[in-house]
């Protein structure tokens, strides 16, 4: 018997084996006769030998049923070999025509085509193509599709796929056809159709050449109307990647599809973009302005990789965040354009910390280009797109706005219709620019969150600041090489509270960097890594006093967030008394009351640091003390401040439903303070929940006020949470915060609850939204999921368990909280590994499943 870690390695894929396709597939012609049970795919692939070899055409194949295979219009006897087909082609080009039937209904992995709702839809990254037909699936076979949709015209009255519109054709017997032809080649992972009973919200979008694009919203009809936000987000991607890089869109139609069943985000197929609904559909009623924003920027992301993964692709998996990185990048910037861009950043910065710093310190870090991978679907990771974003801004501030945009059009110009990799795009970023990226190319290889220490020594007038990197070893790599980071850094006088200078650009390239500061009138504070310009941690010694300081003066927003996030993790360290804190926190609510602080960023500065943050910092996370201090801080804050809380609700709630900055911070710093007076418990402060609840105007609104009373033991949590339930029944992505709300909740009975809701007639393991929002969100509550008896760990495993039989790539992601248990204590590292242990030795386990148990426990 071979273990399960042997088994793996014989199924891992490599990097340096990467060949060039045997085989080029020109052109594919599709024939699909839609069916929920049964679908017919007929393909004709003109395929030409690549290159002067004999091997023979091998095409991928995955649950498929093959009913003919024909070479040049000969039957042929070949057997597929598991998921492998091999033909023998004698010449150098062929035709080669197969019948598959595949079973939509079935299709629980939502990989292939599948049914969700009463629609059939395709998801094929990264590999569900070979699941419609027998292909080469890799994305460097490039191929011009033309593709016919047959069936059931009451069923299926709509027919999408990528490209533009072609012939439709009445048939006998109530059916019908339609006929697309993609006049751009690509990969087979960008292929997508669509049919079923939707509407659509339709628009136009004239492009700076004149071409006028038809964009069509497609969703159930009754929810039409909430389609607006993502259409104006839609025309305003449009615009903007025209502005800002010079892309045009290139076909006469936009399409996209809202689905309920979804395993990712959205995805990017050529002019066919699918979503999860949540990325589509918002209004006032439904959407949180979070929500709102993340609708922006998704259907912003899916669209800029028009350019960046559609026009030019990938040559191999390896090379995901050559697409992933950049368009993150890409939607970041255009997200922070949309107005308030310091919030953004903050957000932005907030997300790779939760997300990503703590996958670079565990077990799964891998570095933005892997090397190695069993399942590709486990490398869709905050490491792939969101460290992969960081690398690509660090360009951005290394060769300057010009800089970087002569390097994009050179990308553009050199590579548009290839599949390419990340190599060429730092190529062409050097060719462009002139600098020398050699060491700059580490950020691709070499896993790990770099950190930089800083000291300073002040003699006289004189400063000089040292600045020490260091990288400390990841799975696989026992030794790093030196990183070349862009480093802004500043001074704050202690005295004038003014910025000293010029901000200063740091290249930091070597192990020890020194700076010296002359003729400096006054003592000194360092302002570091000014809208984190590096994604590094930095250690620097700081008082508490200097701190609250920074947190009053620096002139770079993120960074004088960033003063306040260290003095709440200073204090949060420790049993002191948080005065330290409650003066800062009162300073910024007396900033922003004067008007010298937006109220949005006010919101956020004012934000405690998670649980989970907290943890991150210690080598052990220790569960109850951070709940314990964390509480106790909140405790603090909101009864010493509670006259100024009031002050901010009063003036900050009831904002109506604008969806301008103003209105959204004003949104955010009143929860905020909704939040700090039902802590500080006053029977006014359930009173002032409940009327916030009730006359909300917006789901901001409603939904904060839910999540203010949700940790309490009262009347109005139970009014509310039962209100929230009847009221927004039959909506799932509403539902979906219901869940959510109920699982974060930090209550000593939440654990129990999550058993009840798991038994709850609305869930289920089938909807991947519905997963993360009621097992995902239990996983990230630290205090309870963490329950020293294991518990939560023991319902994690079951979950994952049993949704691994109907989805690997949803059940893996659930390996990944577990993974982390080498940062806690003894005991509960040994309840976590033994769940591990539990889900590797299960039989029958999934691939996914097994590569995340097995790199977990190594
Ligand atoms: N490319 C899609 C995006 O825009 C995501 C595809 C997700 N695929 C997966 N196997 N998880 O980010
Ligand atoms: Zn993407």
């Known amino acids: ?135 080469p699936d890799r994305p460097d076979v490039l191929s011009l599709y033309t593709v016919r949709l047959e069936g059931d015209a009451a069923q299926f009255p709509i027919l999408l796929s990528n490209g533009d519109r072609g012939a439709a054709e009445t048939l006998d017997g109530g059916r019908h056809a339609v006929t697309w032809t993609d006049p751009w080649p690509k990969p087979s992972y960008l292929f997508a159709m669509v049919g079923g009973q939707l509407a659509a919200l339709r628009d136009e979008f004239v492009t700076m050449n004149g071409r006028r694009v038809e964009l069509a919203i497609w969703t159930a009809a009754a929810d039409v109307g909430r389609c607006s936000h993502a259409m104006a987000a839609l025309k305003a991607s449009m615009d903007w990647d025209e502005r800002i890089y010079g892309r045009e869109y290139d076909l006469d139609q936009f399409n996209i599809v809202a689905v309920s069943d979804f395993n990712a985000g959205a995805m990017e197929n050529k002019g066919l973009n699918v979503f999860n609904s949540k990325y589509i559909l918002a209004d006032s009623e439904t959407a949180t302005d979070a929500d709102f924003d993340a609708v922006a920027g998704v259907v912003a992301h899916e669209y800029f990789h028009n350019w960046t993964g559609n026009r030019v692709t990938c040559r191999d998996w390896f090379q995901l965040s050559l697409k992933e990185g950049l368009t993150v990048f890409r939607d970041q910037q255009f997200s922070a354009d949309q107005g308030s861009a310091a919030v953004r950043r903050i957000d932005d910065v907030r997300a790779l910390r939760a997300v990503q710093f703590p996958e670079d310190a565990g077990p799964h870090a891998h570095p933005i280009r892997p090397d190695h991978y069993v399942e590709i679907g486990n490398f869709y990771t905050a490491t792939v797109y969101n460290k992969g974003a960081e690398v690509i801004r660090m360009l951005h501030t290394l060769l300057g706005r010009d800089g970087f945009r002569r390097g994009t059009d050179l990308y553009f110009e050199r590579h548009d219709g290839q599949a390419v990799t990340c190599e060429d795009w730092v190529a062409a970023m050097e060719a462009a620019t002139g600098r020398n990226l050699t060491q700059f190319r580490r950020w691709y290889d070499q896993a790990g969150t770099p950190t930089v220490t800083v000291h300073m020594a002040r003699a006289g007038r004189q400063l000089t600041v ?57 003592p000194v504070l360092l302002s570091l890594n000014r809208g984190f310009s590096a994604p590094v941690k930095v250690v620097a010694p700081a008082s508490r006093a200097d701190l609250a300081f920074l947190a009053g003066a620096d002139d770079d927003p993120f960074a004088r967030w960033e003063a306040m996030q260290r003095l709440s993790l200073d204090v949060l360290a420790t049993d002191d008394d948080p005065h330290e804190l409650v003066d800062a926190i009162a300073a910024t609510l007396a900033d922003g009351a004067a008007g010298r602080l937006d109220p949005a960023f006010v919101g956020e500065a004012v934000l405690l640091p998670t649980e989970a943050f907290i943890g991150d910092q210690a080598s052990v996370v220790d569960v109850e ?220 386990v999934s691939k996914d499943v097994m590569e995340m148990a097995t790199r977990a426990l190594a």
């Open 625 to 844: 003390s951070i709940h314990r201090r964390r509480e106790a801080a909140r405790a603090a804050i909101a009864a010493v401040l509670e006259p100024q809380w009031w002050q901010a609700w009063h003036w900050h709630s009831g904002t109506g439903t604008a969806l301008n900055a103003g209105a959204k911070g004003a949104r955010r710093l009143a929860n905020v303070a909704l939040a700090y007076l039902v802590t500080a418990g006053s029977a006014e402060a359930l009173a002032a929940a409940r009327q916030q609840y009730d006359g909300a105007a917006t789901m901001t609104d409603r939904i904060g006020a839910l999540s203010a009373l949700i940790n309490t033991d009262t009347p109005e949590r139970d009014a509310c949470l039962a209100d929230f339930y009847d009221r927004f029944a039959g909506n799932g992505d509403v539902i979906d915060k219901w869940f959510t709300v109920q699982a974060l909740s930090t209550r000593a009975d939440t654990l129990e609850q999550v058993q009840v809701l798991l038994r709850h007639k609305d869930f289920t393991l089938h909807n991947p939204n519905r997963l993360r929002a009621l097992v995902g969100a239990f996983a990230a509550n630290q205090r309870r999921f963490h329950a020293a008896d294991g518990s939560g760990y023991r319902l994690l495993a079951d979950q994952l368990l049993a949704v691994d039989r109907i989805n690997p790539q949803s059940a893996a992601r659930l390996a990944v909280p577990l993974g982390r248990w080498q940062r806690f204590d003894a005991g509960r590292g040994a309840l976590m590994q033994a769940q591990l242990q539990r889900i590797a030795g299960t039989a029958g």
């Open 466 to 522: 040292n600045l020490a990197q260091s990288l400390a070893a990841t799975p696989g790599q026992p030794s790093k090489a030196m990183m070349h980071m862009p480093f802004r850094l500043a001074l704050i006088g202690r005295d004038s509270g003014r910025r000293i200078g010029d901000e200063r650009l740091v290249e930091l390239t070597a192990g020890e960097t020194r700076l010296v500061f002359e003729d400096l009138d006054e």
């Open 1 to 135: 018997m071979l273990d399960a870690r042997t088994v793996l390695q014989m199924n891992e894929v490599r990097l340096s084996d990467y060949r060039p396709p045997d085989w080029l597939v020109p052109t594919v012609a599709l024939d699909v006769r839609l069916d929920v049970d049964r679908t017919l795919v007929t393909s004709r692939l003109t395929v030409t030998r690549n290159g002067d070899h004999r091997r023979p055409l091998r095409l991928d194949g995955q649950d498929l049923e093959t009913r003919r295979i024909l070479v040049d219009g000969a039957p042929v006897e070949a057997v597929p070999n598991g998921e492998e087909l091999v033909l023998a082609i004698p010449g150098d080009s062929a035709v080669v025509e197969i019948e598959v039937a595949i079973a939509p209904r079935t299709n629980t992995r939502l990989m292939g085509l599948y049914g969700s709702d009463d629609l059939l839809v395709t998801q094929c990254e990264a590999e569900g193509f070979r699941r419609i037909t027998w292909f």
